[in-house]
């Protein structure tokens, strides 16, 4: 079943609202309240005075109102008096200027003070509300990876990325092998020589690039865990989350998931929409709805990463604040939003935020409620499903998909170390990919090297760059046919070309060589012949050498005739990075090769399945029908779907 | 009457051309000459040790030849040795690296050790000029703001803004109340843990930017103010001007135009034209005339803040040197702008500069002489304004006007705080209700909350966003009837969101509120329905809530049928930033409610008056008639106007 | 006769593969072999320890198969020990950030240390090879200038520059003169006041600027010869070459040209056509073969700066690794660029490089063979090239023109520091007369000021910025007729505008006095009309006043009829930037009044000739015919020529 909540700021508002704000939150229908997420200077305005009794009564108020509360732990706003006293606290941009207190996540990962200092007031923090009745759940710190943040390059960065590498290579030689240092004489003596990678004269190794992105993923892994560890030793049974961006690939999504009992999100799809992959024309189709796929992609990638348990921590409510443009969701957006993460396997969806903050950095961003307390569009919206999911069958949950893409984070950073083209995009492909499958109404889910690939009948792996050995054994003895996209199994775990050409282990599955590469700007076209019909080609162009069935040929005046798709029974391998009508002929074609049922192009509609619920949304300006079977039983809407609209059925 | 003037520097030129060059100046028609601004270094080469006797000799040889001698303070250039001394005269940029000597401007207007040396400085030239017969006028500094010099973010901005701070807000806490420290837990504990808002991880608090702004602000009145004292006290009777950039809003203009006694501006249309707000197809219509609304706009500006009196200290001759491209004005363009400037109240042209200098950053722009002296296209049509000059009545001043356009400083910056989306421009609203004004044929006046509002029968405000109760209930009062823009009262003092919602204080004359606002990207279109016509809107939408007539709708798929224009009989809520067509029937419309007389638009025509002159300007590429009666006497010019023509003519 | 060669890394291979490399490259056809560029930190892996058994090995294998051995001085990658023993080795950039370790050229010409260590290492090495009977040339440090490498603003460089100003200028006095300081007050009372010209608040004196390039300049020419001597004393009789890349002008190569044996350089055309002039639907045209006249350019180009002798160092093989796009060369390029070479008077191609290296910064550079050791595209055409060659004529060289262009890095330089238009660039100007020469099929030379003029026909100067007086008058007495573009003598060497008005010093060849200038955005079109036909003009555009014939003029709204092109029987001056048919039908005309014969417009091929041998080149889409006579005799091709063909023939 669905459960809403909200997240709320006592700190920001007049005691006296509190009771009316809590009872309120009750009577639109929510069941969970997030709290305390950047309260430090208010727990702790000097130092080691602390002052609880206000959260204690918020806590108690909220509680005492029937909601559910889960508890942030502070750690994402340092007092001021803490960076004072400790300027090593202090995260370090690109450029070598210390980025100043003054809004939020100034501090390093790598900082030894910070890490006594964050532990500390989470170990105070756990203990003073670890049992608590009314504390539910617990979520840690707040986005990791906002603002840039995960990467900092201070001394203690510096200090720590040494001690890194010296566990990771064990001598320096072995260092300098990975590195190629033989290259341009880069040698290294002691891993005392190496730098951090910023503010070099060109570009440094792309082994050094990616070390310094795994170390810092690895310094955000542990600092989450130390939280963790502590909460789940004061507070036991209380699921632990930390709420995540939408598609940042800074650090290892799926280690630091290992570590919490939940993921969650934060789903603002307006900013999405024209920060993301669509061209000018789509971000004007889509205005006020949104990429059709951005949320859904994200929703399917973190109950990847939660292993299962995905929550949303903070949905849109109307326009927010941050974006370039700031443009209002269409009236209804806020309950399709809410169905769709629902559908997508999310058990709680919580509100960003109560009421509108009439003052500081997002006094522009929505609440539920504007400064006044009226309630805004998006309240009216949040009554709606709350009543709604009144009426439909409980206890249903996701099934596991028939289709997996595979996002790695180690191939991200490989293509962010080695772009080797401007237009290759991997998260823009990743999306195109997981959105030409959907428009084909078929469900996904995200896999990583470490998933279980049991039942999977297709694997898609738009940009596998770097794959492990183990992770080809088991896709070989899985029942999974699979499709690789360009790039795939060409960099080793040293960022080399894998001995014997790419795809390097990948030749297990498939006989391709992968004997030249290039990457081309969007304004030439290269062209594909699949079928007999031609498709345009994307940016990345491979020539491969081949003994399998040629499936698809560039066609041209390059290398006119060379393989374009190439298959077995097991593999195939497209040697370019497709885009629209030719990747959705690829995708189309490899579902039916491994026996997934699809649909035909969807347009603007999606459809996704949840146990036996079946949803539809219309992401369109036009009503649209349904592919609901004629003896269907509709629970929300029906069979012909309004722009905006929501269907749920049976069948 | 018209009086003309030119920039020497005799600093530059050998002393033998002196005399020739003094003569031919008078020869031309010029009464006033500026001179001295940048000779720090010159009249004090080394510490305490002055010469000045080539200033002497200088200004005698130009009141000599019956010049009036407007004499600069030289502190916009501190010499060499002087930043030497004491580096932290230096400015710092917003990256936080020191800004070095080697052009001007170099520095800080914080700094204790500058204010007491620009003090120094000011005090031996007035004290030895003061009294003397030729000098009539001075000019402090030169160019306040130029090159982004007004915020400095060095250790003495921080010290200084620190102490600001504590003076405005007596009380941390209130510092903490206003600024919305509970927001990310920014909260200060003192004063002195504040820091000037650059380099942080994320924007600061919109009221820690918009104080900073404030705070640099006063420091450049301060800085001014200390120099007029100096000069008043020494040089009793002569008029003590500054002179302004166009359109430069980073401090406020009117407070520091308090202190002086005439506004003067620097005049440069072309690169005007290359950076202004107008779309690439008008720009290469206007290419070689400039914006026809820029150079209005800012003599209508600059005499509201010289509070009557307004100068054109730098008259652009021809081509400059300092845009992205410096195309050549039109030939004949020289006289229109001088004509223009008078026509809208300006009593004296001086151009920048009398010859062109052949060394240095600047020897691309253009003078009234060619570096070898030959007269060049400028100098001509000088002389030709001093003829037309002649022919004129003398004694007539600009009056008053009906409409009055709102220029709230403190609001600009509450737009460059809080801009909420990239394709608003709060520079490019006030230019396009000016020129729309202006198109129509009606004469503006500019005012601030601050002004008298006796006699205007229509204040526009097109985003007065921090409106002061005080200015409120005197356009109560006041006989004026009022059109407001959107974003209009949105902010408190303290960049809150008013209580009880915006428009704030102005519901006290309108019942309105906003309920939602949203700003759009450039390609996504909105559009109003006004009097059965339908119109493209802008890139900022309002949704209001209201009980007042409502004169037009949006139109289109989101909220279809909202109010775009409401009003009564006093005042006009504008939910939408109009642009084109749309401005045009919304200013067109006030001006009948209003009961102001106006013209069909104009095109590439302005019209204006001076007392019982008349004037008419034609800025496009065909021969246009002039909208002047019958019987009317032409004094310049006649009825068929030519492209570049003048026409100006009593009724 | 062209020799061929090959750039190698035996430290970047196991010892096993040496043999058998040096072998295949003897097999292939390769003369000659370039090591050891990078080395440094394997030869002196710690101070003083020397490792010179692999480098001496390395040398006996390639030496012993029968490879020419060219050996590099280390000098571009000084080993990380030594960098931080001394850190005032490391640049700085121009926002004052150090440039640290960890690629390469991470070193500051002005650093005293860094002077005694390249030193120091080519001292040690040219001892050590310098009599060795496999090395038979050298190469001085790598691509002087890659990576914005010319120009440091550490201490070092402000010590260094003073002195060189002082040697300059002699007096302060003198400097002040030259700058210009007495604008905006920049006095200097000693060269230690004068700053570097980077963090100011405005730009600096231009002569401030250009003189930091000169200075820059003479820091690489001095760091340059102190190596070239090293070498010649140890090492006579073989040839010393530094390999320079294209279109750099950051110093002045004909300054380093003096002092080397032979000009090489890097030739990339792949990034050339993306990062160069054309529009983008000619990038579009000509995606895989490049711009056709900039490799021939270059070849020019460094052939003068050879002095006569030129090579190719490093020859793109395929795709490349740096560009913002690396597409592939079409198949035949390699060879064609190969005789492309030749024809234009290289005399020895090297290829970078031999095997694509599976690791660092270049992985994505393609070799003429594989990582895994089996030949590319680029091998099979190095192949046909050696073949074909046998079949050719032996010791033809290259002519002298009849045409010259001239380029002067001072004058480039100049526009530098004063551009006045963002859209003049002078590179574009002189790759766009060079090429519209090239397409009337008429070979040229480059020269510079100090070049022997004689038996030239015609001398092109399209922005002979300082022309100085000595060349002027060489030039006036010369059999040359010339052609001046606009901006020609408009600078003094102190970066002042002439005494009576531009072109200065040229005014004895024509009398054109310039009254005014001005540059002009790209979407503003000025027409000129020349022999009854209507051409666009440039985006720069001169008055001139003039008693010369006038041969074109402008035509249109602003001054309508003023001279565009002038001359007498000696000189024609420009007075617009112009490019496309303008400029071709002004350079047609001018090689018909020099009595230059030339072909009609030979669209995408290019022909050119070196001694008895004529080529062709077929940069185009269909095939072409070759202008040869009826009894030519072809060696390779024929008069059909395909795309990406060649013909050599003799006549």
Not at 93 to 117: L, P, T, W
Request: a negative charge; hydrophobic letters at 40%.
């Amino acid at each position: 079943m669905l459960e809403l909540g909200v997240c709320y700021y006592p700190e920001q508002w007049p005691r006296e609202k509190w009771e009316q704000d809590a009872n309120r939150m009750v009577e639109l229908g929510l069941a969970w309240v997030r709290i305390g997420e950047f309260a430090w200077a208010r727990i702790e305005p000097s130092p080691g005075e602390f002052h609880w009794e206000w959260l204690d009564e918020a806590i108690d108020v909220l509680g005492g109102a029937g909601l559910k509360v889960i508890l942030g732990t502070p750690t994402a706003a340092p007092p001021k008096w803490l960076v004072d006293r400790h300027p090593d606290i202090l995260p370090v941009d690109a450029r070598g200027v210390v980025r100043k207190f003054g809004a939020r996540r100034h501090y390093c990962f790598s900082s030894r003070r910070y890490r006594e200092e964050a532990t500390r007031i989470t170990e105070a923090m756990a203990a003073r509300y670890g049992e608590n009745a009314y504390v539910h759940a617990w979520q840690t710190d707040n986005e990791y990876g906002d603002h840039d943040t995960i990467y900092s390059y201070s001394d203690e960065a510096l200090r720590a990325f040494r001690l890194w590498l010296a566990e990771r290579y064990e001598t320096v030689d072995e260092l300098n092998r990975a590195w190629g240092t033989s290259f341009w004489a880069m040698h290294y003596n002691s891993f005392d020589e190496v730098e951090l990678p910023n503010n070099l004269v060109e570009e440094p190794s792309p082994t050094h690039i990616v070390d310094f992105i795994r170390f810092s993923s690895d310094q955000v892994k542990s600092f989450n865990r130390a939280q963790v560890d502590i909460i789940r030793a004061h507070s036991p049974g209380r699921p632990v989350t930390h709420n995540f961006m939408s598609q940042n690939t800074d650090f290892d999504h799926h280690k630091v998931g290992e570590d919490i009992d939940i993921a969650s999100w934060d789903v603002y799809p307006m900013g999405g929409l024209l920060n993301g992959r669509l061209a000018v024309e789509d971000k004007a189709h889509y205005m006020r709805v949104g990429d059709p796929d951005q949320p859904a992609f994200n929703h399917d990638l973190y109950r990847s990463v939660g292993r299962g348990r995905v929550w949303v921590m903070e949905q849109q409510p109307g326009p927010v604040n941050w974006a370039a443009h700031n443009q209002s969701p269409a009236d209804g957006m806020v309950r399709l939003w809410t169905w769709l993460a629902y559908a997508h396997g999310v058990d709680m969806v919580s509100y960003f935020r109560w009421r509108q903050v009439p003052f500081a950095q997002e006094q522009f961003h929505a609440g539920l409620l504007l400064p006044n307390s009226e309630a805004d569009q998006g309240y009216l919206e949040v009554a709606q499903v709350a009543e709604e999911m009144k009426g439909l069958p409980k206890g249903e949950r996701r099934d596991k998909a028939q289709v997996a893409i595979l996002l790695d984070y180690n191939s991200r950073w490989a293509t962010r170390a080695l772009p080797q083209g401007r237009s290759y995009s991997a998260a823009a492909t990743a999306l195109d990919w997981y959105s030409t499958v959907s428009r084909l109404g078929v469900d996904v889910d995200f896999i990583g090297q470490h998933s279980d690939l049991d039942g999977y009948q297709l694997v898609l792996a738009p940009d596998l760059v770097i794959a492990d050995a183990a992770f080809v054994e088991r896709l070989a003895k899985s029942g999974a046919k699979v499709l690789f996209g360009a790039r795939s199994g060409s960099k080793t775990e040293d960022m080399h070309i894998p001995e014997g050409l790419p795809p390097g282990p990948l030749s297990a599955l498939i006989d391709v060589s992968i004997a030249r590469v290039e990457s081309l700007p969007d304004f030439h076209k290269e062209t594909v012949l699949y079928g007999n019909e031609t498709f345009e080609a994307g940016v990345w162009r491979e020539t491969i050498r081949t003994s399998e069935m040629v499936l698809a040929t560039f066609d041209g005046e390059y290398r006119n005739g060379a393989p374009a798709l190439v298959g077995n029974d097991k593999a195939r391998y497209l040697a370019t990075a497709a885009r629209g009508a030719l990747l959705q002929k690829v995708i189309d074609d490899a579902l039916g090769w491994a026996g997934v049922e699809s649909l035909s192009d969807l347009g603007d509609l999606r459809v996704t399945r949840r146990g036996r619920l079946r949803f539809a949304f219309n992401f369109g300006k036009t009503t649209a029908e349904v592919p609901a079977p004629e003896a269907a039983t509709f629970h929300v809407g029906g069979r012909r779907l309004a722009p905006v609209g929501v269907a749920i059925w049976t069948e």
